[in-house]
């Protein structure tokens, strides 16, 4: 019972496989949040994007969310060829939809597939135990908004729990190479700093940019944030180099 929207790119049945997660703060968001992105990347990539529309709190609660994109995972991967895709495999996301990028990662690792060639983790939230700084007051994204999406997502769940939290996972290794974007002026851009420090202390490739004067959520303005079309095309840039085949 689980939506999906799928943008085709140019090609055929050799199409690399990419499945997308909005954000949102596990509490707003729907499938039209990444149609933007997710045509962009089609389009550039020769790929087939599978956008999921996943569970939302408070009405569900974590591990929902989680639950929903490791099963959209499996079915996209399982139906790769009706969907017009037969290449490798990589998970993308934005801010809440990066976090749950990261976490499939590591569950596709640990329960033996499917296979990811590549992550793309956009201003991620990754450490559900620390505190949103008292002084957050960042464009998008404040201290209160923070506290209450997280309220609202984890109700009486540990925050530790590496579903929640991918940072505080004991084992880092044989996870997908990884993109990580960040913004300047965002208040998850330590997140993003640490879990690529994470990832290449136990020898995963990791690609890091930080986008000088950027907010939270800047990708989704490309005709506000001057940034916003650089970093579409690093994202297709690297997902290409990744995933398909000269």
Request: aromatic fraction near 6%; charge should be negative.
């Amino acid at each position: 019972g689980i939506k999906v929207r799928v943008c085709l790119g140019p090609g055929s049945g050799t199409r690399p496989l990419i499945v997308y997660y909005h954000g949102g703060g596990f509490v707003l968001g729907e499938l039209r949040m990444g149609d933007w992105l997710c045509s962009q990347v089609a389009r550039n990539v020769g790929a087939v994007v599978v956008s999921v529309d996943y569970r939302l709190a408070p009405r569900h609660r974590f591990p929902a969310a989680v639950d929903d994109c490791y099963a959209a995972l499996l079915w996209a991967t399982e139906n790769a060829g009706s969907l017009g895709a037969g290449g490798p495999v990589a998970v993308m996301g934005e801010s809440a939809g990066g976090n749950l990028s990261a976490v499939v990662s590591l569950l596709a690792r640990d329960r033996g597939g499917p296979a990811i060639s590549h992550q793309v983790l956009i201003y991620p939230a990754v450490d559900m135990t620390s505190e949103a700084p008292a002084t957050a007051t960042t464009p998008f994204l404040t201290a209160p908004e923070m506290r209450a999406y997280r309220q609202h997502y984890l109700a009486d769940a540990d925050p530790s729990d590496t579903r929640l939290s991918p940072m505080l996972a004991e084992d880092h290794s044989k996870l997908p190479p990884a993109l990580i974007l960040v913004g300047e002026h965002d208040p998850l851009r330590d997140d993003g700093v640490r879990y690529a420090e994470a990832l290449r202390a136990a020898g995963v490739p990791v690609r890091l940019t930080e986008y000088v004067g950027m907010p939270h959520g800047f990708l989704n303005f490309p005709g506000l944030c001057r940034w916003a079309p650089q970093a579409l095309a690093e994202i297709c840039a690297e997902l290409k180099a990744a995933l398909v085949k000269t």
